[in-house]
């Protein structure tokens, strides 16, 4: 097993300290950046978002907000009520305007529907994104649905059906890509569960990394969201933060029954879209903004492809499959912490640990794919850690 | 009375078109300008906000994101979680942070605290903000309390307690000042309510105006927001869209129990401050933009009694006192939305009718206070439109 240098431990009970105050989830690379003043932080590889979406929204903020100055009514004025803003993204999404509810992030949405739709019994494979959990009412019994080492964290379709049918849970909550493993289950078979599991009164099923994914040599976009019209207890969440690298903003939609949008709307999510937001989606149906996007996309999909290969090559780690914008890594010959640390302080180089991950067991990190000169980097620094 | 000319008439359909689509509240100026072509809107008197913070802000905004390019840490990573912006509040307000609940706008607040805090009975009184009782459950009745066009709308605070002491809400609200008439009670006052209604397990102070009331003639602020040491049953609203001149950002936060607060944070709103909101909260606690915040605001507070003073010497309407930045008016020779439509297509003046506004019996609107040279033009339109 490899440890720490003295200085790495110094910092290392710096960090620590700062993650107990962080809440539920890790500090952020602002925190660390304000508290640990000696340190000197090159990449956040903790941060799930395609860079060049970031740039992208940039160049288009930029030309159309600052230099017209028009920033000042973004600003100054109350943006459009969420259904307005829902109006405008339904003709590109082919999905009724009365199904589609707004967000301030995909974690309002999700506390809002674990909060007003799921009553007594939730179901959620883990390991799983832990605001699935965390926002559930004190008397909500969770079932979890243990994603298997054996089986590479992919979904065992027929077992969850059979699980599912006879644990009988009102919520059921599918994220895919899933997160922290990136697994993807192809649109055919997502049908095939919903087929299954009509009587479930609520589906959820999460895209927020479904940009990532793809089942064909074109990259397209598999989207569910077209199974809302066949099965109503599906509801599709969507973070707009990953694939547009917008996380500062908080946008989101989800897809559900016009009656389960107005129950929420009649509980008080009017107003929850910022002007901000309200420009991205509007940036988000225009052709010209679409097409630059779409390259994008497909370019950073190869080059996390070429990271993947990458250092599934590096010796004493496994690295697994992954569809997502991250790769969960096992490390074999050093902690995840340790990882973390010396990552850190001596490359400058952020990586999420996943020991608060129920349902993991071995020490793993998850490392998000950045630009394609971090990316390098980050293979470099790994190799020099783990094979010193 | 005075009628509408043709042009006024055709131009009034389309508005009341668009009224019934833009939900619960008046259409945005943006959607106005969007969708009646031929309109030339110059004056947003409907939008209750200092123009001069919002250039303060702006000026911030561009010299410390924009001209840096740290605009793209803001769009680009996950803002802090809720409580970390507490932190940073906290001892501005000389409130332990526990207390301290950011919100994502004060809309988002009076959601979370109507749906989590109040139960079946809630006391309000009338005209108000009507998202206080439209965001109750169904369940919920609701108690209302006519303030009196007799005493000028002015809340009688002995017959209040004795309708609070015989009805027995859980939940009370008072807006200070109020919103649509501007009154204002003075802290002793609201002092004396609360130390009167000490039974009642919620008593809401919306505090959203409160920094263009004072009680001396320095200007001073006068909030309750020290109170909340003294009873535990007190929430207090702030929305930071009005004295700041934000709306567009969603700023807001409240004051209240250290339990209330867990109990909203576990209920999921974690994220729920965009990175614009936070950076503006880190400026909200500066010295440099205090100070200069601190002179706008008084300027801005002497220019609205001057325009007080002047709309209150047309003949033909009623102006109520207001200690808010807006002005409630009864028209006396022409109808409310007569005079909307008139003010707007002859001279480019949105005002906001009150004729949705449960408790107010006639023909009233209600006039934002904007910059001095666009008040001056609202007061010699109204003398055009009403003593044509």
């Known amino acids: 097993m490899i440890n720490l240098t003295e200085k790495e431990k110094t910092i290392a009970d710096q960090i620590f300290e700062l993650k107990k105050q962080a809440g539920t989830h890790s500090p952020s690379l602002f925190t660390l950046k304000q508290q640990i003043s000696n340190l000197e932080i090159k990449i956040d590889a903790c941060f799930l978002s395609n860079p060049y979406a970031t740039d992208l929204f940039l160049e288009y903020f930029k030309k159309e907000l600052i230099e017209t100055g028009d920033i000042r009514d973004i600003?100054?004025?109350?943006?459009?009520?969420?259904?307005?803003?829902?109006?405008?993204?339904?003709?590109?999404?082919?999905?009724?305007?009365?199904?589609?509810?707004?967000?301030?992030?995909?974690?309002?949405?999700?506390?809002?529907?674990?909060?007003?739709?799921?009553?007594?019994?939730?179901?959620?494979?883990?390991?799983?994104?832990?605001?699935?959990?965390?926002?559930?009412?004190?008397n909500c019994k969770i079932i979890y649905n243990k994603l298997k080492k054996e089986d590479q964290y992919l979904l065992d379709s027929k077992k969850y059906i059979e699980l599912a049918k006879k644990e009988k849970p009102d919520t059921a909550i599918i994220i895919n890509p899933n997160n922290p493993d990136g697994r993807y289950l192809p649109l055919e078979e997502i049908?095939?569960?919903?087929?299954?599991l009509q009587e479930i009164e609520t589906i959820i099923i999460d895209e927020s990394f479904i940009h990532f994914a793809y089942e064909n040599t074109n990259f397209d976009l598999n989207s569910s969201i077209q199974l809302t019209k066949k099965y109503p207890n599906l509801v599709i969440i969507k973070s707009m933060s990953k694939d547009f690298g917008i996380a500062g903003i908080r946008a989101g939609y989800a897809?559900?029954?016009?009656e389960r949008v107005q129950k929420l709307l009649k509980n008080g999510y009017l107003w929850n879209i910022s002007g901000l937001a309200e420009y991205f989606f509007q940036l988000y149906i225009r052709e010209d903004f679409l097409e630059k996007y779409e390259k994008l996309r497909i370019q950073y999909i190869k080059e996390t492809q070429a990271f993947h290969q990458s250092i599934s090559n590096i010796p004493n780690l496994t690295v697994y499959p992954?569809?997502?914008?991250?790769?969960?890594?096992?490390?074999?010959?050093?902690?995840?912490?340790?990882?973390?640390?010396?990552?850190?302080?001596?490359?400058?180089?952020?990586?999420?640990?996943?020991?608060?991950?129920?349902?993991?067991?071995?020490?793993?990190?998850?490392?998000?794919?950045?630009?394609?000169?971090?990316?390098?980097?980050?293979?470099?620094?790994?190799?020099?850690?783990?094979?010193?």
């Open 255 to 258: 897809i559900m029954s016009p």
């Open 322 to 388: 992954s569809m997502a914008n991250f790769l969960l890594i096992e490390l074999l010959n050093i902690s995840s912490d340790d990882f973390m640390i010396k990552s850190l302080v001596s490359h400058g180089i952020y990586v999420r640990t996943c020991g608060d991950k129920i349902g993991l067991e071995g020490e793993f990190i998850r490392l998000a794919s950045r630009k394609k000169s971090e990316n390098q980097t980050i293979i470099e620094s790994i190799n020099n850690i783990i094979n010193e």
């Open 75 to 138: 600003l100054e004025f109350y943006p459009a009520q969420n259904q307005r803003t829902a109006n405008i993204l339904a003709p590109h999404l082919n999905i009724d305007p009365k199904c589609i509810f707004m967000g301030n992030g995909a974690s309002e949405i999700i506390q809002a529907i674990i909060h007003n739709f799921t009553k007594e019994k939730l179901l959620i494979n883990i390991p799983t994104f832990s605001a699935y959990y965390e926002f559930t009412k004190p």
């Open 191 to 196: 049908h095939y569960i919903l087929e299954e």
